[in-house]
């Protein structure tokens, strides 16, 4: 299994950044997707879901109405377009996949991406 | 805020056990299984416990979970160097539609 997060970089406040997570190793259809985050000096942050057919998709309070996330089985890809970006969105941003649905733990995780938010 | 409690430091020295507490309510710990992750730094999260006592393949014998109510914990037996990292506990919250991660506990081995 392997996941690998891509679309990073350095965005000014109210930005947007779209990150991807290319997947392979598993059928990829089968499972639902997150998206975790980890702010400096700050623990883990789950912040979306979304299951194997996007039939449902859940979002952390914290995000919600900023942040859309969508897959695209045809691809092995899930993505996170970010828009409105705050400072307090600066974290290494983590795609895992889960072991079946949203509400199902996740057992591996990708590498991560590097998201700064900054003037 | 977490809604799930984590001391936010433990410590033990090698050979020794430590356990690290994630306490929370009756919406998330009371009604789920409690999932615990391992994150070295520089590294992605890794998958030590499921379903509150259950380990994966590949995870050391040495760690093991327990849940009772609204509480859970996570015991190190054995204390190595390597297990030097932050812990964190996660349930899935009915009531929010959403994952809740505890804040996370920094294990340092002396």
């Known amino acids: 299994v392997r996941l690998v997060e891509s679309g990073g970089g350095l965005v000014q406040p109210g930005g947007s950044l779209r990150l991807s997570c290319a997947a392979s190793?598993?059928?990829?259809?089968?499972?639902?997707i997150h998206w975790v985050r980890r702010a400096p000096g700050k623990g883990l942050e789950w912040v979306s879901g979304?299951?194997?057919?996007?039939?449902?998709?859940s979002y952390a309070d914290s995000v919600k109405g900023r942040f859309n996330i969508s897959r695209e089985n045809a691809e092995n890809s899930v993505y996170l377009q970010m828009n409105s970006l705050r400072v307090e969105d600066t974290a290494l941003y983590y795609c895992?996949?889960?072991?079946?649905?949203?509400?199902?733990?996740?057992?591996?995780w990708g590498q991560g991406a590097l998201v700064t938010v900054s003037s | 805020q977490s809604m799930l409690t984590q001391p936010p430091s433990a410590s033990g020295t090698p050979g020794q056990r430590v356990t690290i507490s994630c306490s929370g309510g009756?919406?998330?710990?009371?009604?789920?299984?409690v999932i615990w992750y391992q994150h070295l730094p520089g590294a992605a999260p890794k998958l030590l416990i499921f379903?509150?006592?259950q380990r994966p393949s590949g995870v050391p014998d040495r760690f093991s979970g327990s849940k009772s109510g609204t509480s859970a914990s996570l015991a190190i037996s054995g204390l190595q160097s390597e297990d030097e990292a932050d812990y964190y506990c996660?349930?899935?919250?009915?009531?929010?539609?959403?994952?809740?991660f505890g804040g996370g506990t920094k294990l340092t081995v002396l």
């Open positions: 895992a996949k889960s072991i079946g649905g949203v509400a199902n733990y996740c057992d591996y």
């Open positions: 190793g598993f059928t990829f259809g089968d499972y639902a």
């Open positions: 979304i299951n194997w057919n996007s039939g449902k998709i």
């Open positions: 009756s919406s998330n710990l009371g009604g789920s299984n």
């Open positions: 379903s509150n006592n």
């Open positions: 996660a349930v899935w919250d009915d009531a929010l539609d959403a994952w809740v």
